[in-house]
């Protein structure tokens, strides 16, 4: 049961990280349940040890800080895709 409600969390993350951060995000559920996950994991690793709780806050800061490295990198692969000469 632990893993679904991690699952859970990580998707609310994601939408709310994904709300708070404007722009334009072409992503389905599991990519943002992803984000929210990845999040977490991050959030988890910045604010709190492996036995700590990280909550809500943590991962949303973490999926934030996921959500802006991803524009970065996709920002960057946009640009360079798309033109052969």
Same mark, same amino acid.
């Given at each position: 049961?632990? /893993? %679904?409600?991690? @699952?859970?969390? &990580? @998707?609310?993350? *994601?939408? %709310? $990280?994904? $709300? ?10 599991? $990519?943002?349940? /992803? /984000?929210? +996950?990845?999040?977490? @994991? ?5 604010? *709190?040890?492996?036995?700590? $709780? !990280?909550?809500?806050?943590?991962? !949303?800061?973490?999926? @934030?800080? +996921? /959500? ?6 996709? &920002? ?8 052969a000469f």
């Open positions: 049961m632990g /893993l %679904i409600l991690f @699952l859970i969390m &990580g @998707l609310i993350a *994601g939408l %709310i $990280a994904r $709300a708070i951060m404007p722009g334009r995000d072409p992503m389905g559920w599991l $990519a943002t349940m /992803l /984000l929210g +996950v990845v999040g977490a @994991l991050l959030g988890g690793f910045l604010f *709190g040890g492996p036995d700590d $709780a !990280v909550g809500y806050i943590g991962a !949303v800061v973490g999926a @934030l800080i +996921v /959500l802006f490295v991803y524009r970065l990198v996709i &920002g960057r692969n946009r640009g360079a895709t798309g033109r």
